[in-house]
């Protein structure tokens, strides 16, 4: 089993930026693929990104591609997500996922690929 905490949600004005973490426990954290999925009110749950397990690759939905950066500190456990030039649309309780393998081509965008979920940090970006 293993458990994800996330940290580092918060209110911040458009343009600004945050840094979210997420802590995980419970398995060899560096056999882990990690993600960051966000969901807005009254929206499904979107992928924002994906970094392997020696952090070597990663992914990212098209759309916030050089805006946010997906990062891995295998020796603390956690993963990051620094997301800069925020935007009222990135609004959303953001989720880290854990997987026990990594997901090829666009399997990495599919909730469903993922084992273990951590409980969501709301981000709220203001205009």
């Known amino acids: 089993q293993v458990q994800l905490v996330e940290s580092g949600g918060g209110l911040v004005q458009a343009g600004g930026s945050l840094r979210l973490s997420c802590a995980a426990s419970?398995?060899?954290?560096?056999?882990?693929?990690m993600a960051w999925f966000r969901q807005a009110p009254g929206k499904e749950r979107e992928s924002v990104a994906v970094?392997?397990?020696?952090?070597?690759?990663?992914n990212y939905a098209d759309s916030l591609k050089g805006r946010f950066a997906i990062s891995r500190d295998n020796a603390k456990n956690t993963v990051y997500l620094q997301m800069n030039i925020l935007k009222p649309e990135d609004t959303a309780v953001y989720y880290c996922?854990?997987?026990?393998?990594?997901?090829?081509?666009?399997?990495?965008?599919?909730?469903?690929?993922?084992?273990?979920w951590g409980q969501g940090t709301q981000v709220t970006v203001s205009s």
């Open positions: 996922a854990a997987a026990r393998s990594w997901k090829y081509g666009s399997r990495w965008s599919l909730h469903g690929e993922y084992d273990y």
């Open positions: 419970g398995r060899t954290f560096s056999s882990l693929t």
């Open positions: 970094i392997s397990g020696s952090g070597g690759t990663t």
